[in-house]
């Protein structure tokens, strides 16, 4: 067909106009979908699945346009131009469709300039549409930024950074919204550039900044809110108030961000955006000074912010929250210095209980007593706390990672990934986070995968020392055991260092404090034999100076092949209350043991029967 021909033919069969139509038509489809359905709560996957139809459709549309003619007759097959010319019914009806197909395209195209006007003066949220569909980020998520210290005083940082953890606590309790922990933002410090990028990095569509200044009793309080893919202001307001009304401004704050976000609040959570849980505000202070010190997860700030919890219930007795702040302090600080589990743990929970009994909807307290109950008495009733806690907090990534472990330790590995992925979700950047991504692949055997996590812990902070033992331990148990070494002996240097507890980033649980102990397999192999016999007698002394645990020792029999004095050693560990017993169920050194009835009987008494025994 000559080239003039066939661009007549196009004309002649409407296919110009019918695309052209369709175009139009489609650019709106895809505009409703992504404006209107994430109000209704449409998934992510649905909206795209309809753009890509739409987007499919028009070249179908195109080829029927060429092939089909609507008729006074109805639709027909569209024929060849007839060398006399066209009949005059035929030319009738081409001429009626040409008029209709103008009528639409005009309609079409008034809707369309209608649509980018509304968008232009603000009545419509263009953005969205990149938010949810382009990007996949959830339109309802956010990221409270570290808030800026305008006071004169410097040392009032304290009070800025509790407002921001305050708002963001508030926030994070509304399970309609998704909310990023406090330990990536602070990543950002305020007033940052590129705000786009950083909801990106932060898997966000929307951002909060904020300042605040005090000057004696009196408080101003700046805040925004940011839709990240276009920089723009979709809500911001200022506040000048007593120190007495703080927790009014954060209730309000809260409230405000929520109803931009059009998030659905039950009336819990209402009542938790409300909540004022002191009138004292010399206790306030020193709370929010007692959380100052607890997020700098370091051995001192830990004792610090006991210190400052104390002092706020002595000026409020009835204070709920400094008494979770305090069971929080005692349920992480064996983890960041040598306070031995027996003495911080009874504290941790009788601060929990404490803080529930004035107040049972506080999810913080509700997951420390988790917490410690797994630690402190082998994961016995640990499960309803965690449940309740991420019930009321279900953006507590602290929370959804302890409850990983605990699923781990009862073997429910495939629900223990699921919930330390949803941590990492809420807190990208927490570098143990990311290592524990690889815990309940170790567990569960699965080392390959183990490893890649790992892998990537290390490649994020080569300084964190936990990521290398766990790297270590992945590699020993598939026989790579000079890199097994090579990992082993980067994270003592960097322990020894001092830097073990300082490097944390998050909540280093017991585990990590498991595998800093020699490689079972490594050592054995390219050590030889008498290695672990020389291990064993060392062993002994430090059990007799109160520098080893009765678990240690067995951990030495059962690779040394002695089954008799393995499980004498567990059955003396369950005597001495030996935190690390937890891990009896998942240790590969006690494969050997599952067989033994003793050994069954001891799982059970440690995990109430809950916990099937592998036999492998």
Known sequence: MNPRNFFAELQRRHVYKVGAAYAVAGWLLVQVVTQVFPIFEVSVLAQRIIVLVIVAGFPITLILAWL???????????????????????????????????????????????????????LINGSRKVSTVATGIVEKSIAVLPFENRSEDKANAYFADGIQDEILTRLSKIADLKVISRTSTEHYKSAPENLPEIARQLGVANIVEGSVQKNGDAVRVNVQLIKAANDSHLWADTFDRKLTDIFAVESEVAKAIADQLRAKLTGREEEAIRNQPTENSEAHQLYLKGRYFWNKRTSDGLKTSIDYFNQAIDKDPAYGPAYAGLADAYAVLPNYSRTPGKEAYPKAEAAAIK???IDDKLAEAHIALANVRVWHK????????????????????????????????????????????????????????????????????????????????????SNFPFAHFALAEAYDRTGRFNEALAEHEKA?????????????????????????????????????????????????????????????????????????????????????????????????????????????ALVNKIFQSSVPVKNE
């Open 355 to 357: 803080a529930l009994e």
């Open 68 to 122: 089909f003619d609507i008729t006074s007759e109805g639709i027909v097959r569209t024929g060849a131009l007839p060398t006399s010319g066209e009949a005059p019914g035929a030319r009738r009806d081409r001429l009626g469709i040409d008029r209709k197909l103008n009528y639409v395209l005009g309609a079409l195209l008034l809707a369309a300039v209608a649509y980018l006007a509304a968008e232009r003066v603000g």
């Open 492 to 600: 003592i240097d960097l322990a020894h260092r001092g830097q073990a507890f300082e490097l944390a980033g998050g909540d280093a649980p017991r585990a990590w404090y498991a595998m800093t102990g020699p490689l079972q397999n490594a050592y054995g192999a390219l050590r030889g034999p008498i290695y672990w016999q020389g291990r064993l007698e060392s062993a002994k002394k430090l059990y007799e100076q109160g520098s080893a645990t009765a678990t240690g020792l067995a951990d030495i029999y059962s690779i040394l092949g002695d089954k008799e004095q393995a499980l004498a050693w567990l059955a003396k560990a369950y005597e001495e209350s030996d935190d690390f017993l937890v891990f009896i169920n998942i240790q590969p050194q006690f494969d050997k043991l599952h067989s033994d009835s003793r050994f069954q």
């Open 378 to 461: 082998w994961a016995k009733a640990a499960e309803p706390e965690f449940k309740r806690g991420l019930e009321r907090n279900p953006n507590y990534s602290t929370g959804h990672q302890w409850y990983s472990i605990y699923l781990s330790l009862v073997g429910r590995h495939d629900e223990a990934i699921l919930e330390m992925e949803k941590a990492k979700e809420l807190d990208p950047f927490s570098i143990i986070i990311n290592t524990e991504l690889g815990c309940p692949y170790l567990y569960s055997r699965r080392y390959d995968r183990a490893i890649e996590y790992f892998t990537k812990a290390v490649e994020m902070d």
